[in-house]
């Protein structure tokens, strides 16, 4: 008995190791981003731990530093809100009606849009992109915020997860509003929606990454300074910028922390709305 309960410890005691060895794998690369971020300039990429810190690449970032001219990352950063929020709350609003409407409405077509909605997801994108951007430019959206939202307004991925979860709900509490005499509308927004707060999380946070990381498309449709999002202005620095490795470490920090408040801020939503989607 005193045998076994020593290799059982010795077993749980190796996966310790082991999980705290991979965890600090998967965790040292963005680690290393932050200190290096923070490091003296003549220690950027010299050391795995920098000795030496300073503030000087976020002072950098927002007064040009020892350059004097002053990069417009909080202009950036703001355009960068202002999309991916109108984006994300778009991209919500049109996947919960059209989820509704496809999980608990019957009309005609209605199988046909869901199984359009399933081949369309494994549709490369990219094909598409050459297309949208010619349109956004026959219309005069191009080099302004519409033509990084509207494209971006629908989002498949929402509307089949929305689908899934309103179709476990049970007929029974619609059908009883409807007696109430509710709307959709009604019944959409005070039942269906109170009920879907974990895999509207879930949701809502996997939206908010996609289109506050998204980089092609943004550089595609705008040219002008004062519209470019972070991302954009990040990417550019691999080119007149390269030679400033701990601005572009610290601008790589920024970027990442909203998504950081966010995981923070719903966390327990996300799980619980995470065991749901793998069940």
Excluded: C
């Excluded at 939202?149 to 629908?154: D, G």
């Amino acid at each position: 008995m005193v045998g076994s309960n020593k290799n059982r410890k010795s077993r749980l005691a190796v996966r310790y190791v082991l999980a705290t060895i991979l965890l600090l794998i998967m965790v040292y690369p963005y680690l290393y981003m932050v200190l290096n971020s923070f490091a003296d300039w003549t220690q950027v990429d010299r050391q795995l731990i920098p000795s030496k810190f300073s503030f000087k690449s976020y002072e950098w970032l927002f007064t040009g530093g020892d350059v004097g001219i002053a990069r417009p990352w909080m202009n950036a950063f703001f355009n960068s809100v202002i999309v991916s929020i109108a984006s994300t709350v778009l991209m919500m609003l049109f996947g919960v009606m059209v989820a509704y409407a496809l999980a608990k409405l019957n009309f005609r077509g209605r199988n046909a849009i869901n199984n359009f909605v399933l081949f369309h997801m494994f549709f490369p994108a990219i094909i598409l992109l050459i297309p949208n951007f010619l349109i956004i430019q026959k219309v005069g959206l191009y080099d302004t915020y519409w033509a990084m939202i509207i494209p971006k307004a629908v989002s498949l991925w929402a509307i089949f997860m929305y689908t899934n979860f309103f179709k476990a709900v049970p007929d029974a509490f619609i059908e009883a509003a409807k007696l109430d005499g509710a709307s959709d509308f009604k019944i959409l927004y005070k039942i269906m929606m109170p009920m879907s707060k974990s895999i509207t999380a879930v949701i809502f946070l996997f939206l908010l990454m996609e289109r506050w990381t998204e980089l092609l498309w943004d550089m595609i449709v705008v040219r002008s300074d004062n519209m470019l999002t972070l991302n954009v202005l990040l990417s550019q620095m691999f080119g007149p910028y390269g030679s400033y490795p701990g601005p572009l470490y610290a601008a790589s920090v920024l970027l990442t922390v909203p998504i950081i408040i966010m995981f923070a801020i719903f966390g327990k939503k996300f799980k619980e709305g995470m065991q749901f989607s793998l069940k």
